[in-house]
């Protein structure tokens, strides 16, 4: 049955016999002393029952037990003292037959002794060959499943040690520089040239050991070259792992319209991160001779790091210069580099950096600088580096893009909003000037109509009437175009004007204690104004409530009513005109209206007082 050590009874015995080094000698004399006597005791008795018998073979048992456990030499010296001791006794029998007997029987010792040393020798040769390769079995699952360390080293020492059967200080499997004892030699382990670790071994060693161990190094050196491989692919992938991670984040940041200031830190520190350097930093260029630092991300904060909007300036060989000049990505090396920058950076301590630009619309914006202190940095490392560099750059072209969408759309907003405000004058100090003026003639001409002409005079009355309700309907399109009570009084009261006016009663709540910027005021006039049209059109509330706050910057209003709700800016473009109006003033709006319970609009603007 199995023992806890993996293997059976029957293979601990064939061990401890088979094994590479034979027990000590006094151990075989002893063993070869014992057997005789007890074969000597066991013929005596045999005698008595066959006394004819010389019992020869029997006094072989002793000659096979020491050939198979110890050296020629026991083996020999037993053969004759069994010799001996068969003449001994078949002196005893026949006196006559004693020589050639004796002959016989030593020629047969002798030759028991040759074919059972070289079996012995041969299984001895199997069995180290069979635990080699259990061994190297072993080392190859341990090997290739732990990271190389101390203890990964430790234990296959030990079991190398149990296995070659070698005397102190045994066996010892280690790195390539491993210190060397008096007591020890080295044996190095390649892998295509290059040290990959050393056994050591006792500088003194028996020929046999040493085929044994001579044996071994070609499966050692296989190993070790898998299992550095092995760990060098674990860190590669590791560390590919981390940079995915750290681009996956950043390119999430960026998807979600995230500023560049934002941006910025973020993509330096998981630039760090994930290419494990000690220093990231983001840099814009301002013409031909400076760099404005974005984002510095560096693992020595204490140091002589840089610092956020700090500008530095451009000349020298360093790599923001040369990136700035040539518009490609470059390697320098800190101990010949120069200029401002330079300086700046070694008296950080580095020795090696690399900067990659970052080209927005083929022009050089700013470049990406990666600096190490103690070590070159990976080869590969330009290719992840312009990674980050292209989701910098898709940061800035998007935020530039919104910043130019946003400021178009203002402009128009507001070309629109001056050209009503011009309609509004021209109507209010043209047309409805006129149309007044004319009313006042009719009056006047309607007071000198003869008596007897009434026809007359209500004709002249009716026109009065028609004029006065066209000066009417004039009021309320200027009211629509640009209400003139916006401009004079501000938000309040323009919004106690459109609350008195709704055919659905209104509960309004403000507090605006100053004057807002233009834009911010008639931006949320008209998402009242579109708010209770659409509810006297289509909600069928009964209630309306506003409320419009003024405070720590920012106007928050909300329109909300108990109408139908199911208002859906896709489908009209009332709504989506309210969207893009807030959004030129870089504001939110938030429409909520499930139907059957009504229509909430939120909506919040930057407003600083005007």
Not at 264 to 292: I, K, M, N, T, W
Not at 414 to 435: F, S, T, V, Y
Not at 492 to 497: C, F, H, I, N, Q
Not at 581 to 609: C, M, Y
Request: with cysteine; charged share 20%.
């Amino acid at each position: 049955m199995p023992d806890h050590d993996g293997g059976t009874w029957r293979d601990r015995l064939v061990t401890s016999v088979l094994r590479p080094s034979t027990p000590p000698v006094a151990w075989g004399i002893a063993v070869g002393a014992a057997l005789i006597a007890v074969e000597m005791l066991i013929v005596f008795m045999l005698e008595k029952i066959a006394p004819d018998s010389a019992f020869g073979a029997v006094f072989l048992f002793g000659v096979l037990v020491v050939s198979a456990g110890w050296g020629f030499g026991i083996a020999i010296a037993t053969s004759v003292a069994s010799a001996a001791a068969y003449a001994y006794v078949h002196v005893a029998e026949n006196t006559q037959s004693l020589l050639p007997a004796v002959i016989v029987f030593t020629s047969v010792a002798l030759l028991t002794n040759v074919l059972v040393g070289q079996s012995r020798l041969r299984a001895a040769e199997s069995d180290q060959r069979r635990r080699e390769a259990d061994m190297m079995a072993a080392f190859a699952r341990s090997m290739l499943r732990e990271p190389m360390s101390t203890e990964m080293f430790s234990g296959a020492s030990a079991r190398l040690t149990e296995v070659l059967d070698l005397p102190a200080p045994y066996a010892v499997l280690g790195p390539a520089d491993a210190p060397v004892t008096p007591e020890q030699q080295r044996i190095n382990l390649f892998d295509d040239g290059v040290a990959a670790g050393s056994l050591l071994v006792p500088a003194v060693l028996s020929a046999s050991d040493t085929r044994r161990v001579r044996r071994i190094v070609p499966a050692l050196e296989a190993l070790l070259a898998a299992a550095r491989d092995r760990h060098e692919l674990g860190e590669q992938t590791e560390s590919l792992a981390r940079q995915q991670a750290a681009l996956r984040r950043v390119a999430t940041l960026v998807a979600q319209r995230g500023e560049p200031d934002v941006v910025y830190p973020v993509a330096a520190a998981e630039l760090a991160d994930g290419l494990g350097v000690e220093h990231v930093s983001l840099v814009r260029f301002d013409g031909d001779d400076s760099c404005l630092v974005l984002a510095a991300w560096d693992g020595d904060p204490g140091g002589h790091h840089l610092t956020v909007g700090e500008r530095l300036p451009l000349g020298g060989y360093n790599a923001s210069t040369l990136v700035h000049a040539t518009g490609e990505s470059v390697a320098v090396d800190y101990s010949n580099a120069t200029g401002p920058i330079a300086e700046r950076l070694r008296r950080r301590g580095f020795v090696s950096g690399l900067g990659v630009p970052i080209k927005l619309d083929d022009s050089i914006w700013g470049a990406v600088i990666v600096g190490s202190s103690d070590r070159r940095p990976a080869h590969d490392i330009e290719a992840r580096v312009l990674d980050f560099a292209d989701l910098v750059a898709t940061a800035v072209y998007n935020s530039e893009t919104r910043g130019q969408l946003t400021r178009s759309r203002a402009r128009v907003v507001a070309a629109a909003d001056q050209a009503r405000r011009m309609i509004e004058r021209d109507l209010h100090d043209g047309a409805q000037q006129r149309i007044v003026s004319l009313g006042m003639e009719l009056r006047a001409a309607q007071m000198t109509v003869p008596p007897g002409e009434e026809d007359l005079r209500e004709r002249l009355d009716r026109s009065v009437e028609t004029l006065s309700q066209v000066h009417t309907d004039l009021q309320e399109l200027s009211r629509g175009i640009h209400p003139a009570i916006l401009s004079r009084g501000g938000l309040g009261p323009a919004l106690k004007t459109l609350a008195r006016r709704s055919p659905v009663p209104v509960s309004l709540t403000i507090s605006i204690p100053t004057r807002l910027p233009d834009t911010v005021e008639v931006a949320a006039y008209y998402v009242v104004a579109e708010a209770l049209t659409n509810t006297a059109k289509y909600a069928h509330a009964t209630e309306i409530t506003i409320v419009a706050t003024s405070d720590d910057g920012f106007l928050d209003l909300t329109v909300s009513d108990d109408g139908n709700g199911g208002a859906d800016s896709a489908s009209g473009s009332g709504l989506i005109g309210l969207h893009d109006r807030i959004d030129t003033v870089g504001g939110t709006l938030t429409i909520t209206s499930p139907p059957g319970v009504g229509t909430t609009l939120v909506v919040r603007i930057p407003a600083a007082s005007s």
